[in-house]
């Protein structure tokens, strides 16, 4: 036994605890406003802040104490007050930081509540249906990645995409497949007002609210919401298809690029946003890797089980054919593949800027697991 190696370990399951108990800390912390008042207003007390936010002090002298011991909040312990950082406030403060994650509570919260669920699909080897989970994670996904599609999508995805965003400013039409409460959807709308936008969810409750916020923004007169999966919406000649961040978690993913094909105009452009990860198991063992791969035994989506692993071979660069993908990793965890669907299904992609530094280039071709790359 050795023990260094023993107390090491312990050391790094006792932070994994008090991360994972003080998740409902940060979620409680989030809903009632904690974080943006005493941002906005501290360095406070714990009565001054109760006083602030309309909560008992007592418990909120608790929470205070929590946070600092996270290293989420600060401290100073001669005037007796807390405050953040601005770094602190950027992460769980600022609803518009590009940096946020105050809505991770939501996230983690369902996966604790769905657990019932995972258990019997883990037994049985059939999938959790995105439909089948519970409303906090929809909440919480829609903000989660609102901020990153705030500050990214029509600043610098769309425009990596040859020919769309002149498609997009005279007037083209627009599917957002998986588009949750249509965070994306409104952001193009708003963007592009001559083109008409369409954004299609399995989950009814996310399309309601979709809906809802649509017409509380005064865009409902180009963007509609309609329940249907990836296979199922109607074919309308789409000038590009928008898959964001859920390609991955659908039970066919093949099948719904073949109904990309057969959905899109003959010169239209289907754009992923997918999370980045290594071929190799072992290279992804990182605090990213780490959250992704939880995420996918808890989050398994297919309603058949697994989806079948698709992966995109890199590191080299194959000519326009059938099958055709080309990447490069959007920050440090998301992957943008900009696709121009050409019949039959030849999938082209424009050069991307990016820093070698920090991104990964992907080339090869879609396969699903077990399928031999030629």
Not at 78 to 94: D, I, R, T, V
Not at 322 to 349: H, K, N, R, Y
Request: aromatic content about 8%; glycine content about 10%.
């Amino acid at each position: 036994m050795d023990m260094d190696r023993l107390h090491a370990f312990m050391g790094k399951m006792l932070g994994d605890v008090g991360a994972a108990m003080n998740a409902s800390l940060l979620l409680l912390g989030d809903k009632l406003g904690l974080y943006k008042t005493l941002a906005e207003k501290g360095p406070m007390t714990s009565a001054e802040l109760a006083q602030a936010t309309n909560t008992a002090e007592r418990y909120i002298r608790e929470w205070l104490s929590a946070q600092a011991a996270s290293g989420y909040v600060e401290y100073d312990a001669e005037s007796g007050k807390f405050s953040m950082l601005p770094e602190q406030a950027l992460a769980l403060a600022h609803e518009d930081s590009p940096v946020f994650l105050g809505a991770v509570g939501d996230v983690v919260a369902a996966t604790f509540l769905d657990e019932p669920k995972v258990t019997e699909a883990f037994k049985t080897g059939r999938g959790v249906g995105w439909n089948r989970r519970s409303e906090c994670l929809f909440c919480g996904t829609a903000r989660f990645f609102r901020t990153g599609y705030k500050h990214h999508l029509v600043q610098e995805w769309l425009p990596a995409l040859d020919g769309v965003v002149e498609k997009l400013k005279r007037g083209a039409r627009v599917a957002d497949i998986g588009c949750g409460h249509g965070v994306s959807t409104r952001l193009m709308a708003e963007a592009f007002p001559n083109s008409r936008f369409r954004g299609f969810d399995i989950h009814e409750g996310s399309i309601e609210a979709a809906r809802k916020e649509t017409k509380e923004s005064g865009l409902s007169d180009r963007v509609s919401f309609d329940v249907h999966s990836a296979k199922t919406y109607p074919a309308n000649g789409y000038d590009l298809v928008c898959f964001f961040d859920c390609l991955h978690d659908m039970g066919d993913p093949v099948g719904a690029l073949k109904h990309v094909r057969e959905s899109m105009a003959a010169d239209g452009t289907c754009m992923l946003v997918e999370p980045f990860a290594h071929d190799r198991l072992e290279d992804n063992f990182n605090p990213v890797g780490r959250e992704l791969d939880v995420e996918g035994r808890v989050r398994d989506d297919s309603v058949d089980g697994f989806a079948p692993r698709c992966r995109v071979g890199r590191k080299r660069r194959p000519g326009v054919r059938d099958g055709c993908v080309v990447g490069v990793m959007a920050g440090q965890a998301f992957c943008i593949l900009g696709i121009v669907i050409l019949a039959p299904l030849s999938l082209e992609v424009p050069d991307l800027p990016f820093d070698g530094s920090a991104v990964d280039l992907a080339f090869g071709r879609l396969v699903a697991a077990g399928e031999s790359e030629s």
